[in-house]
Each structure stands twice: as structure tokens, then as C-alpha cells.
Antibody
């Protein structure tokens, strides 16, 4: 059974940092592009970042460039999102997702990040 | 950035009737190298993550009921639910996977009339 389990969300003050993790199982993690997608409360989906199978290519939405870093550890079947200089507008459920290409076949249940003082 | 515009924002359809959702991209997502449309559709039910329904604009994923179909090419795409069932109540999103940033449409909420 495919599983993607996110962790690391929580309440953080504006300007703070948080590191999200995603543990993958049930599929060949190292063969998949992996993505972070977020969804602000009551809003639509927003693509955040994607990383290639071997980590050699990383792409970001403009609003997080320079603040967020996506990474992966294929030996541990894990995906990460380091989030720095957090803003109120980063408040959202963050989903870990994976696919053969740039679209996502597998999705986690999400972890909530709340940026507030 | 490629802007994805969905219409309508919401629609209410009677059980067994057809639901049609439109998605328009601000530039073509048809690749000349492989003749594929880099357009996918997701379904998101309340309090659940999205689920991939259709890839390459018209390829239904394994296990997706055949009442769901996708069509279109270039910049104009449609998701059709041929006979709406109660379990189809959800928000539907299109996404282009042609160019970064990989943008989503705003979503279409489908309800039962």
C-alpha cells in the first residue's frame, strides 16, 4: 500500500522557520518526482516546489523562492521542505505528492502550517 | 506563468445528469515533441487530499469510473461526468504540467441539485 505521511507542521511566528518531512512507503520513491502542494484554509491548490528523482533539479513557485528549500533522501525514502522567513500567507495545509512526471499520482494527508503571532 | 481558468466556479446537477467543467490555459500546453497535452484533472472531496482522475487531458487513471472523461487540446479542456453520482460531490481542479510553475485552476465545486 502506498503511503505518504507528512509531519513537522504547527504554529510558528512570522519570520520563523519550520521543516516539513514526508515519509514514503509502498512504491519506489527514488523513481518519482516529488512535489509539495499547499492549500490555504478554504482556498484552492497551489503548487509550491518539485524535485527530480536524483535531486538534481528543483523548481519553486516565485512566492517561496529564496525562502523554501526542497530536498530528498532516497536512502530513507523521505522528502523535506525547509521553510524560512515564514509569512502569514504561508498558512496552509502542505501536501507531499509524487508522480512519474510533473503530475501527482500519490498524495499524503497533509500537515497544517499556521503562521501567526 | 501559465494561468489556468476554470468555469464555472460551482455547479449543481441532478443525480444521473451530466456535469461539465471547463478549463482554459493562457497558453498552449500541447507539446510539439510528443503531441501530448500536459493537462491533468484532480478530484478533492471534503477533508481529503486530491485524487488524480485524468492525465494527458484524456487518459483516465486506473480505477476511475468511466463516467469521468476528459477532452480538449491546446488551451481548452473539459472534464465531463456523464451521470452524476452522490459520491462525485467534490471540488475538481485542472493543472498544467507543461511549464514551471505548475499552476492549478481555481477549482469547480460540484454539488447535487
Amino acid at each position: 500500500e502506498v503511503q505518504l505521511v507528512e509531519s513537522g507542521g504547527g504554529l510558528v511566528q512570522p519570520g520563523g522557520s519550520l521543516r516539513l518531512s514526508c515519509a514514503a512507503s509502498g512504491f519506489t520513491f527514488s523513481s518519482f518526482w516529488m512535489t509539495w502542494v499547499r492549500q490555504a484554509p478554504g482556498k484552492g491548490l497551489e503548487w509550491v516546489a518539485i524535485i527530480k528523482q536524483d535531486g538534481s533539479e528543483k523548481l519553486y513557485v516565485d512566492s517561496v523562492k529564496g525562502r523554501f528549500t526542497i530536498s530528498r533522501d532516497n536512502a530513507k525514502n523521505s522528502l523535506f521542505l525547509q521553510m524560512n522567513t515564514l509569512r502569514a500567507e504561508d498558512t496552509a495545509v502542505y501536501y507531499c505528492a509524487g508522480g512519474f512526471g510533473w503530475y501527482n499520482v500519490y498524495w499524503g494527508q497533509g500537515t497544517l502550517v499556521t503562521v501567526s503571532s | 506563468d501559465i494561468v489556468m481558468t476554470q468555469s464555472p466556479d460551482s455547479l449543481a446537477v441532478s443525480l444521473g445528469e451530466r456535469a461539465t467543467i471547463n478549463c482554459k490555459s493562457s497558453q498552449s500546453v500541447l507539446s510539439s515533441s510528443d503531441n501530448k497535452n500536459y493537462l491533468v484533472w484532480y478530484q478533492q472531496k471534503p477533508r481529503q487530499p486530491p485524487k488524480l482522475l485524468i492525465s494527458w487531458a484524456s487518459t483516465r487513471e486506473s480505477g476511475v469510473p468511466d463516467r469521468f472523461s476528459g477532452s480538449g487540446s491546446g488551451t481548452d479542456f473539459t472534464l465531463t461526468i456523464s451521470s452524476l453520482q452522490a459520491e462525485d460531490v467534490a471540488v475538481y481542479y485542472c493543472q498544467q504540467c507543461y511549464d514551471s510553475p505548475l499552476t492549478f485552476g481555481g477549482g469547480t465545486k460540484v454539488e447535487i441539485k
